[in-house]
């Protein structure tokens, strides 16, 4: 015999048996099925002790809510598993590739972002491979959400800490700011983003009602809605510094610059930005129509203008790495430095200038000097 349903009070059929015995059916005057514990009639919500028609969802399973019909997963849609997994994997790979490329060119400051974005990442994905075989448990839900919507700004921290060690190379007399005013500036920017990611979530997650719920969803909408305000003025300086750079003649490490290496790096940092950046308009239009809006159940969208572009952000940042392209600079080019052009003191092989004991020396006499 074909497994009895249960007509729910909102229209939504279920499938009646396997349900757990504390969820118990009952019946209002219809005709029961059989005289087994399946029957024809509502079911009893153990969350408010009331006739809602609503099975919470850890009692949840494919069989008994099924997704097509009922919204009770966190998702209304299963996770693809091949499609998730390789995500992981080639996060993975990302990651290892950016530590031993960070050990062997010593930019530690952009490993930092890196193996933090990274990192987190390779945690939601994971959670992504559990939601697989489970949307209703609250646990993989989290372990997929906050992960994947944290991650990518500290990614982009590590390319904000770029653009200064940018600037130095350059000439800072170039720039409208100091070095180290780009990064704490966009960096804290990105913490305070971070924090209301985090207080929304950490709401939506222990939400009770529809309200609470809500409050959560809005306050993640506004720390993604920050993230991306604060990209887009990071880019507008960006593109203005170097358009500059282009301009001017001058330049504080031409050997560096002038390179191919070091302008496929400044194309590959560019892509990385705009990726983010589209990635993160993404999930500001997902949210706010809520986890259960249109936009967060279309899985081939997510997984483009979600996995794709943090992916195409990381391969580029790890293609071109700083390391190599700054030609073993990274370290001279501290943003540490003194704000304007001749002011700056410059460090290594192809400097204008060096240090020593606070004054500025021309390349002859630094190397008389030594």
Known sequence: MAAPTINLRNGKIIHCDSLPNIIPCIVTGLECWNSS??????????????????????????????????????????PSLPGNA??????????????????????????????????????????RIMMHNDVFKKN??????????????????SIYICLSRIVVLYDISLSRFAPRTYTITFISCDFFSL???????GMASEANTNSELHSGEHIMVAGLSFQVASLFLFMSLTTDFLLAAYRSTLSSFDDVVSTKRFKYFIGALGLATVCIFIRSVFRVAELSGGFHGPLDNQQATYMVLEGVMVITASTALTLFHPGPCFAG??????????????EAVLEGNGASGTEQEGKVIEPGVAETAQ
Request: with cysteine; charged share 10%.
């Open 37 to 78: 514990s399946n029957c024809f009639g509502l079911i009893y919500n153990t969350h408010n002790h009331s006739d809602s028609g609503v099975i919470p969802s850890e009692y949840c399973n494919y069989t008994i809510c099924p997704l097509a019909t009922y919204d009770q997963g966190y998702l209304n849609y299963i």
């Open 86 to 127: 390789l995500y992981l994997g080639i996060f993975i790979f990302l990651l290892l590739a950016q530590i031993g490329l960070s050990i062997r060119w010593k930019t530690w400051a952009f490993l930092i972002g890196m193996i933090c974005g990274l990192g987190l990442e390779i945690v939601g994905y994971a959670g």
């Open 140 to 157: 993989n839900f989290l372990i997929y959400l906050v992960p994947l919507t944290i991650g990518p700004a500290f990614i982009s921290g």
């Open 195 to 201: 924090v209301l990611q985090a207080i929304g979530g």
């Open 329 to 342: 600079r990274w370290k001279a080019a501290h943003f540490f430095r003194k704000s304007k052009g001749k």
